[in-house]
């Protein structure tokens, strides 16, 4: 814990009370604290979230020209399968199951390389990867990176202010990070550059990876469907950019506590399955925190899961070597005793009424 308890950048406003308590900002410490990151003039350690940023705000002519340019009933379907499918399934998959918790393994550098880029490039693995150890380890208490009691904007503009690295590591700590972020492919900073940058990604391979993958993926949808299908595309990644930022607040009750009885297992946390993050993006969130490296999250009849089936299929062509399903475990551990428990104390309730 002592490593995860300082790796990643604190807040300027802090992380906790000394008492234990969670700090909650108000928005003007939070809006505060969010442009002074994304001053690369102050600090060039800044560039990487000011560049995450970049690239959502280069996508809003591209949205702005399928509204008012290229708007039809198909365009917003292809934009809502895109936005709502494509990229949040791609999410889940590549960020979440691959990158940050291993829950499968490729047979070699092109599947991963293929599946890295089915979709244009936007979120920077090193933000989400190294953050969402911490959310795991932190979850819903003083600092987890976007704990929901925080507030909404707590959350929303949390890759910013909460989740990017630590610019004053050790070398030894920063080799740590290295070694949670070489299986992505990701070229790591020397401990030389990361000094330099704060960060473990390279700006300018950064800048490179982006416009050659942009281009690609314009080119493509172009090729499919002229200048309207890409700008429609490109705008509803930009969609999807900034709706997966409002996730974790839903996703663990809005700072409430929403878990249902036979339906989120997990005691340990706020997190909660939600029917509309899992059918588009597999994203059952509960049974994700109740087996993070299970490369299914989807484990009841009606929780489908399309991240598992992308996963599944690289496994029947050979692509995927290796996987983790966690569902016989679920089943057997939860879901099993749950429905015994109930059969057991339906007749004590019928009983109890029938004497009333």
Known sequence: MAFLDHVLQPPSYGWKHE???????????????????LNV??????????????????????????IFKFFSLWMLLAAFVYSMIVMGTHGTIWYHRYCTHGAYKF?????????QNLTLKIIPEEIYVVSHHVHHAKSDQPGDPYNAQGGFLYCFLADVN?????????????????????????????????QKYGSVANPYSAVIYWIVNWSLWYFIF????????????????????VGVRTFNYDGHG?????RRDGVDYNRNDMSINQLWPGYVAGEWHNNHHLYPKSARSGFMPHQIDLAWCYIKFLSMIGAVTF????????LEN?????????????????????GL
């Open 162 to 194: 909460h989740q990017p690295i630590a610019t004053d590591l050790s070398e030894g700590d920063y080799k740590r990070i290295g070694n949670l972020m070489k299986h992505t492919g990701v070229k790591v900073n020397t401990y030389v550059q990361y």
């Open 107 to 115: 047979k070699n550098a092109f599947w991963r390389f293929f599946t």
């Open 41 to 66: 003039f102050k600090s060039r350690k800044n560039w990487l979230a000011f560049f995450s940023w970049l690239k959502v705000l280069c996508l809003v002519p591209f949205f702005l020209l399928f």
């Open 222 to 241: 172009y090729a499919m469907g002229g200048h309207a299908l890409a700008c429609t595309l490109f705008g509803a990644a930009g969609f999807w950019a």
């Open 323 to 330: 996987y983790r399903d966690s569902k016989k475990e679920f």
């Open 19 to 37: 008492n234990g308590d969670l700090i909650k900002p108000t928005p003007k410490q939070i809006f505060s604290e969010f442009f002074s990151r």
């Open 334 to 354: 939860y879901h099993k005793p749950y429905l015994e428990t109930k059969k057991h104390a339906e007749p004590q309730v019928a009983v109890a009424e029938a």
């Open 254 to 258: 809005q700072g409430d506590d929403k």
